[in-house]
């Protein structure tokens, strides 16, 4: 993980690091061993592309001296997304193929260009299908990088804002740091981190704790969801302290699907809904 | 409550990317809100150490108006999370099954505790503090000064009071004649 200053820093793993995790999750939810495999292969196929594809020059030059949203944003060839799209495509085909043509016509919306390579891509998208999880999945790895090379040149400066000051896309996750138990929230596309104070919705900025609450099986869990009745969002969060160890967000994301649906079953939505 | 997977994805982006992607994937007809697992909620509320005057900032974690956890606040300038020996016990001040509940009170001599009303402990306490003021009062001192004190009685302040029941204490104690008035901090 680069750390850059107290307040940012990018919650991306080796990828050893990462599998590793993932054989760690999988002892405790078993149950879930199919996801974590399949995760393992999307992973992977992210990584190789991270460390594989090279942004155009001028992406590295963007204004990194305030923090974002940053000015211009990553220039992306669509033929690339589309290649690990396929392979995204392919390794969920093999974990559940009765999908497989459902996932030929998610593929087929980004080869007739119906679908973009911007951070908010598959956003407008109306339907059953997972195209906007999915489009994160593919554009990661070209994000993921742009981060990387611009978190380093941010002075330290507290961005204290809902969305990522990378790419500006919303955060799907927060951890308590294992040990300052300070807040970070982690963006659903480009894996940055940055300090949010807690007791305060991560959203609307609501500090009232008669409005604000979280839901978990016990109050030293390392698992809850953050609520907020100002403005109805929930936030998942891991508690590292409660973990033990350093947690690997985009993984721990996968065993709280039980504690988004309590969320939802209590009128809360995700920071990423509109409205 | 039982949700179907449409209601778990309702609404524009209604899902994180985990959620929303193994739901569809492994078609999961149904997903159970709480499956095998009972969830609470918990409200956070921010508070200072009733101890020394250090004035640490603690996040206090209540369930239904009941304490059930209290850690240090990450986000004090004064602790930043840390809490000392004491702070972290803090719990236990509000939860406690030795706390006590009653007015105990051991007689002089006695050894034993017996357990005695509020309405009873009060006014005792009072009669007790004016007998000995009035028994220990002293309008002058040795030269002929005029004093108007009691030399039996002596008053502790402590941490835990804010500057205004300091305040409202001292007016207390020098109306009542004491010269022994101090505070912890100062010892």
């Excluded at chain 1, 690997?248 to 809904?273: F, Q, W």
């Excluded at chain 2, 949700?3 to 992607?21: I, N, P, S, Y």
């Excluded at chain 2, 020996?85 to 509000?94: C, N, T």
Aim: proline share 4%; charged share 25%.
């Amino acid at each position: 993980m680069i750390v850059v200053t107290k307040h940012l820093r990018h919650g991306g793993k080796s990828l050893d690091a990462t599998l590793n995790y993932l054989a760690f999750r999988k002892e405790s939810y078993p149950a879930l061993s199919k996801a974590f495999d399949l995760y393992a292969r999307i992973f992977s196929i992210q990584r190789r592309y991270l460390e594989t594809i090279k942004l155009p020059s001028q992406t590295s030059v963007a204004n990194a001296e305030a923090p974002g949203p940053m000015g211009p944003l990553p220039v992306i060839d669509a033929k690339e997304v589309v290649c690990i799209l396929s392979e995204i495509c392919e390794a969920l085909g093999e974990a559940a193929p009765e999908r497989s043509a459902g996932l030929t016509e998610i593929l087929q919306l980004w080869r007739n260009g119906e679908i973009g390579t911007g951070p908010d891509a598959a956003s407008a998208f109306r339907g059953d299908a997972p195209v906007r999880e999915m489009a994160l999945l593919a554009l990661n790895p070209f994000y993921e990088k742009f981060a990387l090379e611009v978190i380093p040149r941010i002075e330290d400066n507290k961005w204290n804002q809902p969305s990522c000051p990378i790419c500006g896309q919303h955060p799907f996750i927060g951890l308590y740091d294992i040990s300052s138990g300070e807040r970070y929230l982690q963006c659903e596309l480009c894996r940055t981190q940055w300090e949010r104070e807690r007791l305060t919705c991560g959203f609307c900025g609501c500090h009232d704790s008669d409005m604000l609450g979280y839901i978990s099986v016990s109050s030293g869990n390392a698992h809850r969801v953050e609520t907020c009745d100002l403005c109805k969002r929930y936030m998942k969060i891991v508690d590292e302290r409660s973990l033990g160890r350093e947690a690997v967000p985009h993984v721990e994301e996968i065993t709280m699907i039980d504690l988004e649906a309590e969320a939802k079953s209590n009128g809360y939505r995700p920071y990423c809904s509109s409205g | 409550m039982a949700l179907t997977r449409r209601d778990f994805l309702k609404g524009a982006g209604g899902a994180t990317v985990g959620a929303g992607l193994l739901d569809w994937v492994f078609d999961a007809s149904e997903v159970q809100a709480g499956t095998g697992t009972l969830f609470s909620k918990y409200k956070e509320t921010t508070t200072v150490c009733p101890y020394c005057a250090v004035g640490c900032g603690i996040i206090c974690h209540t369930q239904d108006g009941k304490l059930v956890n209290a850690e240090g606040d990450p986000a004090h300038p004064v602790n930043e999370g840390a809490l000392c020996s004491k702070g972290s016990a803090l719990f236990q001040i509000a939860e406690n099954e030795r706390r006590l509940t009653k007015v105990k009170y051991r007689a002089a001599g006695s050894d034993k505790w017996e357990e005695k009303s509020w309405d009873w402990a009060l006014p005792r306490i009072a009669g007790l503090i004016k007998e000995t003021r009035d028994a220990t009062f002293a309008k002058t001192d040795k030269k002929g000064n005029l004093v108007n004190r009691t030399e039996g009685i002596a008053f502790l302040g402590g941490a835990a009071l804010d500057n205004e029941e300091c305040y409202l204490y001292t007016k207390l104690a020098r109306s009542l004649g004491i010269a022994y008035l101090e505070h912890q901090a100062r010892i």
